[in-house]
């Protein structure tokens, strides 16, 4: 039987920095903007990673300009490829792991970002129909995480996605069932918009962009929310909690207060109380 929707995602499906070796700092590149201060290319550190794999001004990033950091969430895919995939083996006292390791970084980030709505839609008692079906899923999920390195590069990820999204959206519209359907459009239209107060329940935002979007006090509960861009959103008293597939990274690119009421899976970000 499906667990209680109240249940906290599993500490492996959350990045856990003390036993990684700081791969998001190393492995992915970004460009200057308004998320990142500087330009760096994938494989390079950046100049802020201390000899401990820990970041320099890891307590200021958002002032410092890399609110893009502070978004950011590898489902505990880093510590997976540190200490599984790799044997605990880092890439400062072993160089000649470095380029596979960091190859296989983004990979695994994507398995474990599956790994976690999984686990979540599995937390769903609406999802009871189709439980057989989310578990070999995860199952499957789960072991092409722990294969070794060279077959990890070999993964045809967006097949696997694929499969796993039919799932997804199942999911989604087996607990959006329970509230009418809401008539939103998805999109870029949603930029800046000014949804204050709005009944969002129900709704399909999958994918939609609500960057700098006002959504004050809005009702978002059993709302759909996966990859929805949350960047500069205002949340502060908005109502969360039963949405789907909400992650911590959305939330942390987002502003709210200590009104918004969010999912037990949800910490509310430090920079909230801050600025509530």
């Not at 499969?163 to 870029?188: M, Q, W, Y």
């Amino acid at each position: 039987m499906p667990a209680s929707v109240n249940n906290r995602v599993p500490k492996e499906y959350r990045s856990d920095c003390e036993n990684c070796f700081a791969l998001c700092c190393v492995a992915l590149p970004y460009a200057k903007s308004a998320d990142f201060a500087f330009d760096k290319e994938g494989g390079t550190s950046c100049p802020h990673l201390q000899s401990n794999f820990r970041c320099g001004i890891h307590q200021h990033l958002r002032k410092k300009g890399f609110q893009g950091c502070v978004a950011y969430e590898c489902f505990g895919a880093g510590q997976k490829v540190s200490q599984v995939t790799f044997h605990g083996n880092d890439w400062r006292k072993h160089p000649g792991l470095a380029e596979e390791m960091f190859a296989v970084f983004p990979i695994m980030q994507q398995l474990h970002e599956m790994l976690y709505y999984l686990n979540e839609a599995l937390s769903r008692e609406e999802t009871e129909p189709i439980y057989p079906k989310l578990q070999e899923a995860l199952e499957e999920t789960e072991s092409l995480t722990n294969l070794s390195a060279e077959s990890i590069k070999e993964i045809n990820v967006s097949s696997h996605r694929t499969k796993v999204n039919e799932l997804l959206i199942k999911t989604s519209e087996l607990v959006r069932a329970k509230v009418p359907p809401k008539n939103i459009k998805r999109g870029r239209d949603l930029i800046g918009a000014k949804l204050t107060g709005a009944d969002l329940r129900g709704a399909n935002l999958r994918g939609t962009l609500l960057i700098a979007a006002d959504l004050r006090k809005t009702d978002m509960r059993m709302t759909d929310l996966i990859g929805v861009d949350f960047r500069g959103a205002d949340v502060s008293g908005a109502d969360l909690r039963g949405s789907i597939f909400l992650t911590q990274a959305q939330m942390n690119a987002a502003k709210g207060d200590h009104h918004t009421k969010l999912p037990p899976s949800i910490t509310m970000p430090a920079h909230w109380l801050e600025t509530s």
